[in-house]
């Protein structure tokens, strides 16, 4: 069984040889016919000034035990008109992005969550939460006020670890990819399982770090019931904040 870094790497070295340099793939995607279980990639290619990612045109198939890639097609039936000739290629990832960007992601992330929160507890009828049952340093207080007094600190807390120095949220977002990877193979060749919800988690986490072409990856996709719309949709408010951005420098 090939590991998850092998597979890219093979896949990576035959499009180069087929293509030439300069051309590039996608992450390995999931695909699933006739009870069998494989990876699909689809060929990228940039504009000679790399503001730009072509519409696809060629994709492959690979075989995840072997490596060994399958099918090579001229053609990509399954991107539909609504992806645009060009797509703009916003510095390749969110998550390789300055400080600053990754920053104001978090905040808005903690404002939604201190919303959502706040709401819940204004609309719950469960009485314990508002009252004031906590005895803490000799006050009562409610679990409702001190999880909302204490919340901005934890929130820090999980931002300094996220921005600290010793944090690399690329590496540490590799790691997660290749271990919901595993879970998926494994729970298919050991188990015969096909692991839909996992299956989800991995197509989040990699259009989350490669957002600028989220569609295309979505599109290689050919199993029912993977894509979180919501998530989808939260990714495309970023990008488009994000392009907003680079469109006013």
Not at 109 to 126: C, G, H, P, V
Not at 187 to 210: A, Q
Request: charge should be negative.
């Amino acid at each position: 069984m090939k590991s998850y870094e092998e597979l890219k790497d093979i896949a990576r070295e035959y499009v180069r040889e087929k293509e030439g340099k300069g051309i590039y793939i996608n992450e390995p995607v999931f695909r699933y016919d006739n009870g069998e279980f494989y990876l699909g990639y689809v060929v990228l290619e940039f504009t000679v000034d790399s503001k730009y990612l072509k519409k696809p045109t060629k994709w492959f198939t690979q075989d995840i035990e072997t490596g060994e890639i399958t099918n090579y097609y001229e053609e990509c039936d399954f991107l539909d008109v609504s992806i645009p000739d060009k797509i703009i290629n916003c510095s390749s990832s969110i998550v390789f992005d300055d400080n600053n960007f990754v920053i104001l992601s978090f905040a808005n992330w903690k404002n939604k969550i201190k919303e959502e929160l706040q709401e819940r507890f204004n609309n719950t009828n469960d009485l314990l939460h508002k009252m004031p049952v906590l005895m803490l340093d000799g006050e009562l207080i409610s679990p409702r006020d001190y999880l909302m007094a204490n919340l901005d600190d934890c929130l820090e807390k999980m931002r300094e670890v996220v921005l600290s120095s010793g944090g690399n949220i690329g590496e540490y977002l590799d790691l997660y990819t290749k271990s919901v990877f595993d879970e998926i193979v494994k729970d298919y060749f050991n188990e015969g399982k096909l692991n839909k919800e996992k299956i989800k988690e991995y197509l989040n986490v990699i259009n989350y770090s490669w957002p600028d072409y989220l569609e295309i990856t979505n599109a290689t996709n050919n199993i029912d019931g993977v894509i979180d719309d919501d998530f989808m949709n939260s990714l495309i408010a970023m990008r488009n904040e994000k392009l907003n951005k680079i469109e006013k420098i």
